[in-house]
């Protein structure tokens, strides 16, 4: 017999907020959020729980707290619409677009039932009554009473600081035109907000919605609940010997499982001392039974245990109930998704019980406001502490809504989630600076993840400086268009510190790092320099510039320089009875005339291109085969500090960045260190962020620099595979001041990785407050520009010779062919 399910339903009215049933019960419906999966620690998840038990010992008696957690496999919907994305953000787009993953939504309701209400049987039920009138209409003391309870529960969450809540309003909780209420949401499985196609429901052979085939699962007998339950369990695919990886108890049914589902958790407070008098009368039956069955004596002895514990203990008892509701278009997929659901709950020490019979008239209980019409016969006597284990205490990873940061992945499905390591954490308290220290074994991603980040921090407008040894970064150097300096017999590296571009002056600050510079190709490390020298190189760099202004045909650079020296300045110095020992020009252009054309470092300081390094936004200096260089490689440094400092100082309101990859080694050796102390304590100051990457462990505790100035001042630490140091992992863990919950993410990194999908997986802390691991998963275009395999470098470079230098189109082209199979490659050929 087919009803209309306007008429059946038990919902008579939604008015004020509030869910109105046939029978009288007052319900109001919250949105919750909650704590992202794995970011916990076994401390957090007990916190957690003890607020739940909290909040619903504040509940009066005759109300029920059900709540519900949606659990939907969605795709990931790419947006195609904008015009100004990058070639590589539209490749990521394109990979990941129609990613499969678990979408969560959270909600509770809280229901007071009427006075006297008549409790729900299996023989009782508004799905089975064509009319029902309310016996009693709740008066207004009593309805404020209860809805001053409900905001005392939610107020106890919110102090938690674990959840959001909000309260859904009469527009949320009924349908209308353009979108699908929660109560016809839940009739109708609905999966989008704008799904309003009406579905059937049927219970005759099985509970079926629309085209969708249902399966209940309960846990509402004692038998098939675990012996043990707590607020959290171990987790044994991200767990080791030395670590052990907690998830909530309540998990594995909950976001681990990769199914259409829905679990709902029914809490019943009562009154407790009828609780005590009914469980007291029970206990009394069963000693009088005892005597013609051991299973008596055996119900009589628990009862008896439940009782002792209530009143020794001021624990309060509750009725529960638990199900799990799977649904799947295709019949036969019931069969793999019952062995999916039998081994989730195994985790949990639970047997699954399929509802067949009575799986109706729960699926009729769990519609919101309607939790009061729950048969009773279901449930099963418990404590509110060990009620609230079954809570579902965890949802997905969520994306931030600030413009700036990285896309990165979802640990278990790969959706793209959108992460601020920078501004956010700063807005919220979190982290006080953007500095960022970066640790990785070799072969861990660690450039991979840095390449990401990088092209990421540029697209969205930042300036970033880049110092290298290992060419790295080339590929993306040369997709931006930055520069990169390095250094090969052929093309010797070259630099002009006398060039002023665009948008830069002669200031005090330019001058200083000109005279820094001569002075340290004049003198030797260990000479020092008298003031009058200092005063007459500051003489001559000013007198230099007033030159180039009347002779705007000259180009400003090293040779120039030397030349009005020679020509101009000698005179001046002579004129004004400059004596040799106060200032010695002749020795001074002796020992700069290497530098001056003809000499064998004249490339060094007269470069005509790559001039403007203020205003370029991607410079790369790679110090690969120069590092050990006597002459070159300390002039390269100063280069760097004057380079980076200009831009902290003039580039106001615009992001900078400044990476030093493993070259920070080799930095150490020239006083560079003193620079880096005095980058990591002020560059917040100037809207900046500097980033030290290294690969060794003994690297940071063997450098005092790195223990006291980095570390200290990078308040963003991220860490790749630690696997091969986890056996002396504690001292990292000390030096980097990483808690235990911290340390178990740490090692549990690529432990239990897609076997189907190529990614690693990177842990980022903000703080020591908030952590996560993230998988680093980039389509094959991002792949391609960030490679530093040699082999694959190669063939890219034959594409990009091939397409005349436009090396999009290479990489384009090359990811096609890599893409297609092998005989459709020959073809195409």
């Known amino acids: 017999m087919e009803h209309i399910l306007d008429d059946a339903l038990p919902i008579m009215e939604v008015a004020n907020d509030c869910i109105v049933s046939k029978m009288g019960d007052i319900s109001v419906a919250y949105r919750l959020e909650l704590p992202e999966i794995f970011t916990l620690s076994d401390a957090e998840y007990e916190a957690f729980h003890q607020s739940w038990i909290k909040a619903i010992k504040i509940l009066p008696a005759g109300s029920i707290m059900h709540k519900q957690d949606w659990f939907l496999r969605t795709a990931f919907r790419a947006d195609f619409q904008t015009d100004d994305q990058s070639f590589l953000t539209r490749g990521s787009d394109h990979f990941f677009n129609e990613r499969p993953f678990l979408d969560h939504s959270c909600y509770v309701m809280l ?286 990873y969520k994306s931030s809504i600030s413009p700036t940061g990285i896309r990165l992945g979802d640990r278990l499905s790969g959706r793209p989630v959108h992460v601020d390591i920078s501004d956010e954490p700063i807005e919220k308290g979190i982290c006080t600076n953007r500095n960022k220290f970066i640790l990785g074994p070799s072969g861990s991603g660690k450039s991979f993840f840095t390449n990401h980040m990088l092209r990421s921090y540029y697209e969205q407008g930042s300036h970033i400086v880049l110092v290298d040894v290992g060419h790295s970064y080339q590929g993306l150097c040369d997709l931006v268009g930055g520069y990169y300096f390095t250094y090969s017999e052929q093309n010797p590296i070259q630099f002009n510190p006398f060039y002023i571009g665009q948008g830069d002056t002669l200031d005090t600050e330019k001058k200083e790092s000109i005279k820094t510079l001569l002075l340290a190709l004049w003198k030797k490390d260990d000479e020092n320099f008298k003031r009058s020298e200092y005063v007459a190189l500051s003489n001559a760099i000013t007198g230099y510039y007033r030159y180039l202004e009347d002779n705007l045909t000259l180009f400003p650079c090293f040779d120039t320089f030397y030349e009005y020296l020679k020509l101009c300045y000698i005179p001046i110095l002579k004129a004004d009875k400059v004596k040799e020992r106060d200032f010695d020009i002749d020795n001074f252009l002796y020992v700069l005339r290497p530098y001056y054309a003809g000499g064998e470092f004249d490339y060094l300081l007269n470069a005509k291109t790559n001039l403007n390094l203020l205003q370029e936004r991607f410079i790369v200096f790679e110090l690969d085969n120069i590092k050990d260089h006597p002459i070159l490689f300390p002039v390269v440094t100063i280069i760097i500090m004057e380079v980076f400092i200009n831009k902290m100082r003039k580039m106001k309101g615009v992001r900078k960045m400044i990476l030093i990859e493993e070259a920070w080694k080799a930095l150490m050796k020239e006083g560079f260190a003193e620079y880096i102390k005095y980058l990591f304590k002020t560059v917040r100051k100037f809207f900046g962020e500097a980033i030290v990457v290294t690969q060794d462990v003994e690297d940071i505790i063997s450098s005092p620099i790195v223990k006291q100035a980095i570390i200290n001042n990078s308040d963003c630490k991220i860490l790749l595979d630690q696997s091969k140091y986890q056996n002396k992992f504690d001292q990292i863990q000390d030096l980097l001041g990483l808690s235990e919950k911290e340390k178990s993410l740490v090692l549990s990194i690529n432990r239990a990785n897609d076997p189907a999908r190529k990614y690693k997986e990177v842990f980022i802390s903000l703080g020591g407050v908030l952590s996560k691991v993230y998988r680093t998963e980039v389509s094959l275009e991002e792949y391609l520009a960030y490679t530093t395999e040699q082999r694959e470098r190669v063939a890219l470079n034959d594409y990009i010779v091939r397409y005349k230098g436009d090396i999009k189109k290479g990489i384009a082209a090359m990811a096609q062919d890599i893409r297609q199979p092998e005989d459709a490659r020959e073809v195409r050929s």
């Open 111 to 396: 229901t007071k039932k009427p006075t006297g209400r008549k409790p729900a049987s299996s023989l009782f039920s508004s799905l089975l009554r064509k009319s029902i009138v309310p016996s009693e209409t709740l008066s207004d003391q009593s309805l404020q009473h209860f809805l001053d309870a409900a905001g005392q529960f939610t107020q106890i969450l919110k102090d938690s600081g674990f959840v959001g809540i909000r309260r859904l309003k009469d527009n949320e909780l009924l349908s209308d035109r353009t979108s699908v209420g929660y109560i016809e949401k839940y009739c109708t499985l609905a999966d989008r907000p704008d799904s309003l196609l009406i579905n059937d429901l049927q219970f005759k052979d099985h509970l079926s919605i629309g085209n969708r085939h249902c399966q209940l699962y309960t846990l509402g007998d004692v038998a098939d609940l675990p012996s043990l339950c707590g607020s959290r369990i171990t987790y044994d695919k991200y767990s080791t010997d030395r670590s052990k990886f907690s998830i909530g108890f309540a998990c594995p049914i909950g976001q681990l499982l990769p199914c259409d589902h829905m679990y709902n958790q029914y809490i019943f407070v009562d009154d407790v001392q009828k609780t005590i008098a009914r469980l007291e009368n029970k206990r009394l039956r069963l000693q009088s039974l005892s005597a013609y069955s051991r299973e008596n004596a055996i119900a009589r002895e628990a009862t008896n245990d439940f009782l002792n514990e209530a009143l020794s203990e001021q624990h309060v008892p509750v009725k529960a109930h638990f199900n799990l509701l799977v649904w799947t278009p295709e019949r036969e997929a019931l069969k793999e998704i019952n062995n999916m659901v039998s081994s989730s709950l195994a985790q949990m020490d639970a047997v699954a019980k399929p509802e067949t019979l009575g799986a109706a008239q729960i699926f009729w209980a769990g519609i919101p406001g309607n939790a009061a019409d729950f048969p009773m016969n279901d449930t099963f006597d418990t404590f509110v502490q060990q009620a609230c284990c079954f809570l579902n205490l965890e949802t997905g």
